[in-house]
T-cell receptor, first 116, second 118 residues
Framework: AQSVTQPDIHITVSEGASLELRCNYS??????LFWYVQSPGQGLQLLLK??????LVQGIKGFEAEFKRSQSSFNLRKPSVHWSDAAEYFC??????????????FGKGTLLTVNP | DTGVSQDPRHKITKRGQNVTFRCDPI?????LYWYRQTLGQGPEFLTY????????KSRLLSDRFSAERPKGSFSTLEIQRTEQGDSAMYLC????????????????FGPGTRLTVL
């Protein structure tokens, strides 16, 4: 069965500092990978996605992620964090369980705190 | 507003009561998903519809849970005889479902329904 691991439960950074959130996946086929962000009490907003092609993908709000097949990783990065980036971040992989269902399997999330 | 909407946003109920949630997907999307998210966890898949057909149900979906999408548009999720363990955020998502197109993989989420069972 596929799985997604986000090793860091909680990360604290200072505003203006760089950020890297780690994500490792386990999936037998070519993975379709996503990063979502969730503010308290809200739904999930898609930051970026990887389907194929260039392994460095750009997303919204200045985020980027790099797919590394050899390391089974899809880490999220941002060069300079803003206070409004404080939220919970989820990595996910799309799994085709047969037919037309491409359900998502999520990691447990990383909570980001930004200090002023 | 052309996004996914869910109603209600919050629901507080007593143990043993029945509750029903509604999801309105993006209008041209034929795929609809329900997920459940408990505190400190990522969302977990519950069930999937393509048009009006419910094609997959997770083992998490006990016989107290039922979902419908009667006309292939909005969907409802009903929980009968609620238990305290049902307290969670219930998320709905939709996707375009274009055969052979990578866009099919991208799911758009609603704001969720927060259920509290007392």
């Amino acid at each position: 069965a596929q799985s997604v691991t986000q090793p860091d439960i909680h990360i604290t950074v200072s505003e203006g500092a760089s950020l890297e959130l780690r994500c490792n996946y386990s999936y037998g086929a070519t993975p379709y990978l996503f990063w979502y962000v969730q503010s308290p009490g809200q739904g999930l907003q898609l930051l970026l996605k990887y389907f194929s092609g260039d392994t460095l993908v750009q997303g919204i709000k200045g985020f980027e992620a790099e797919f590394k097949r050899s390391q089974s990783s899809f880490n999220l990065r941002k060069p300079s964090v803003h206070w409004s980036d404080a939220a919970e971040y989820f990595c996910a992989v799309a799994q085709n369980s047969g037919g037309s269902n491409y359900k998502l399997t999520f990691g447990k999330g990383t909570l980001l705190t930004v200090n002023p | 507003d052309t996004g996914v909407s869910q109603d209600p946003r919050h629901k507080i109920t007593k143990r043993g009561q029945n509750v029903t949630f509604r999801c309105d997907p993006i209008s041209e999307h034929n795929r609809l998903y329900w997920y459940r998210q408990t505190l400190g966890q990522g969302p977990e898949f519950l069930t999937y519809f393509q048009n009006e057909a419910q094609l997959e149900k997770s083992r998490l979906l006990s016989d107290r849970f039922s979902a419908e999408r009667p006309k292939g548009s909005f969907s409802t999720l009903e929980i009968q005889r609620t238990e305290q363990g049902d307290s969670a955020m219930y998320l709905c998502a939709s996707s375009a479902g274009l055969a052979g197109a990578l866009l099919s993989y991208e799911q758009f989420f609603g704001p969720g329904t927060r259920l509290t069972v007392l």
